[in-house]
């Protein structure tokens, strides 16, 4: 089985705090995604890699930031986290061969 | 550029009873489709997906859905629920060829009353 993990299942950061949120994938996925997802909005893409070191925009990536030096690993970084970032956050790995994602149990962060 | 819509924000039916969650899509090209499920306070995990072929896909969960190129819909159908149904329901396109990004409908709550 596929196995998605990330760092924490909630986190709880002041204004202005630098926020590493870590994701890690165990089938040597190409692709992997973060999304956040808010009540009513659906789940909207901030970042997403095609490999190590390669990285694009997504649809919301004003005030973050991403970091790929493994394939496995993705990193999704707060430079000066906001309380309009309080939110369900979401990491996928996807094959490049197939068009399904594989999530992770997501990071509930809030922001004080 | 893809969009999905899903009719329902949410969804009651009592247990037992049939449902179908709705999904419309819009796109310039060929398409997959998909469907996922989340349950409180967990990831998102696949129910069913179309990339080709037979237009009725089955799933897990005793879930199915319908691929309907000309109304541009995929709903979802279970002839009866049972209370552990009880989720959000999201449905997403991707484009065949292209980026392998998936765009995401704003999904719908389905709960399942005993």
């Known amino acids: 089985d596929v196995k998605v993990t990330q760092s924490s299942r909630y986190l709880v950061k002041r204004t202005g705090e630098k926020v590493f949120l870590e994701c890690v994938q165990d089938?040597?996925?190409?692709?992997m995604f973060w999304y956040r997802q808010d009540p009513g909005l659906g789940l909207r893409l901030i970042y997403f890699?095609?490999?190590?070191?390669?990285?694009e925009k997504g649809d919301i990536p004003e005030g973050y930031s991403v970091s790929r030096e493994k394939k496995e690993r993705f990193s999704l970084i707060l430079e000066s986290a906001s309380t309009n970032q309080t939110s369900m956050y979401l990491c996928?790995?996807?094959?490049?061969?197939?068009?399904?994602?594989?999530f992770g149990p997501g990071t509930r962060l809030t922001v004080t | 550029a893809q969009s999905v819509t899903q009719l329902d924000s949410q969804v009651p039916v009592f247990e037992e009873a049939p449902v179908e969650l709705r999904c419309n899509y819009s796109?310039?090209?060929?398409?997959?489709l998909f469907w996922y499920v989340q349950y409180p306070n967990q990831g998102l995990q696949l129910l069913l997906k179309?990339?080709?072929?037979?237009?009725l896909v089955k799933g897990i969960n005793g879930f199915e859905a319908e691929f309907n190129k000309s109304q541009t819909s995929f709903h979802l159908r279970k002839p009866s629920v049972h209370i552990s149904d009880t989720a959000e329901y999201f449905c997403?396109?991707?484009?065949?060829?292209?980026?392998?990004?998936?765009?995401f409908g704003k999904g719908t709550k389905l709960t399942v009353n005993p």
């Open positions: 996928a790995s996807q094959t490049g061969l197939s068009y399904e994602q594989y």
């Open positions: 089938m040597d996925h190409e692709n």
């Open positions: 890699s095609y490999d190590v070191k390669m990285k």
């Open positions: 796109s310039s090209v060929s398409v997959y």
């Open positions: 179309y990339l080709s072929g037979s237009t």
């Open positions: 997403a396109v991707s484009e065949t060829g292209g980026s392998e990004k998936l765009v």
